[in-house]
């Protein structure tokens, strides 16, 4: 891979476009030129920002693409639309916040999480709990987390539902749901299958509020649960699904996760979980590289993981015919049973 400098400086710079489209998002600049072009005076005007400052973010947006200049009148990219305005259920409003709230004043220590193979939480937040009792201590930042994970999981359900057979199980348990994306479109699809979801207290409630107004998400249970404490429901299930969540956790801990959720397995039950993982040369994905110094900013050991890895822990925690299915989409699936 040969790199000019200008492109160096190009990725260096990234910082530059984000904070300018979480900025955008914060003072509702997409929503105001969402249906009708307005001028500089009345897009400053509506979202209440001076128009000397506002000129400026105006046009790095446009020069970014994301919204057009047509006779001194801005008006948001029609194709960028659905993600950028905030009735729309692809908004990504929800990652702005987070990326502001939690991601970038972590991501700013990253040289001393590196220096000191650390978190960075007590730097930043002034506060020494676990990421995830840090996030919830605020309702909306509840509301931001798993809504954005639910658009962020939507490629990884459909290829989930595509790959994966779910006519022989009876009762499909789901833990760490985010918005209950997945259940409800295994709903959909198996209309024959009981389905609950597992929820840390702390989210469970926005959960069940969520389902009550999503098609297909009326007859979903929704208990509440801690993987790590080992806080599960006892043969009860013969699918278990864990999404996405294994890579918050050191590897010790994720065997005692993947040890309490084998223990609370009937036998003959499967259990999965979907990762992002690393090639088996560690040579990347990007995104799973990256995700995996967002674990040493944010968590406590959370690493990612290659294939061999991950099966390594299903193994040593007593589950059989491990193996790996590989679908369409951001993660793959790595499956075991218990005898």
């Known amino acids: ?71 001194n009148h801005y008006l948001l990219n029609s194709s960028a639309k659905s993600y950028l305005v905030s009735d729309s259920k692809e908004w990504l409003g929800w990652l702005a916040r987070h990326i502001d709230s939690f991601l970038y004043p972590l991501w700013a220590q990253t040289a001393n999480a590196v220096k000191d193979d650390s978190d960075q939480r007590k730097v930043v937040f002034g506060d020494a709990r676990s990421w995830f009792d840090i996030l919830y201590q605020n309702p909306q930042d509840v509301v931001d987390f798993q809504e954005f994970l639910g658009i962020f999981a939507q490629p990884f359900i459909d290829g989930m539902i595509d790959a ?60 509440t649960g801690n993987i790590i404490e080992g806080k599960l429901p006892d043969n009860t299930y013969d699918l278990v699904h864990l999404g996405w969540m294994l890579h918050d956790y050191s590897p010790s801990i994720q065997c005692e996760i993947l040890k309490n959720i084998y223990d609370s397995l009937p036998s003959g039950a499967t259990f999965i979980a979907s990762e992002t993982p ?46 790996v299915l590989t679908i369409n989409g951001p993660r793959t699936l790595f499956i075991g049973e218990k005898e």
């Open 164 to 223: 994966f057979d779910f006519s022989k199980y009876r009762h499909f348990l789901d833990i760490g749901s985010g918005i209950g994306s997945l259940p409800v479109a295994v709903a959909q699809h198996n209309p024959n299958l009981k389905i609950s979801i597992c929820e840390l207290p702390q989210a469970a409630s926005y959960l069940r509020d969520r389902l009550k107004v999503t098609k297909g998400g009326e007859d979903i249970e929704v208990i």
């Open 278 to 323: 690393l090639n088996d040369d560690e040579s990347g994905p990007l995104f799973t590289a990256l995700l995996s110094i967002n674990m040493l900013v944010s968590t406590d050991g959370g690493v990612e993981s290659t294939r061999e890895e991950y099966l390594q822990r299903f193994n040593e925690v007593g589950f059989v015919n491990t193996r």
């Open 1 to 71: 891979m040969n790199f000019s400098k200008e492109a160096i400086v190009d990725e260096m710079m990234g910082f530059f476009k984000s904070k300018v489209i979480t900025s955008a998002f914060e003072l509702n600049i997409f929503d105001a030129i969402s249906d009708k072009p307005l001028t500089l005076d009345e897009v400053c005007r509506h979202c209440n920002i001076p128009v000397n400052s506002g000129k400026r973010l105006l046009i790095a947006l446009t020069a970014m693409g994301l919204i057009e200049n047509k006779d």
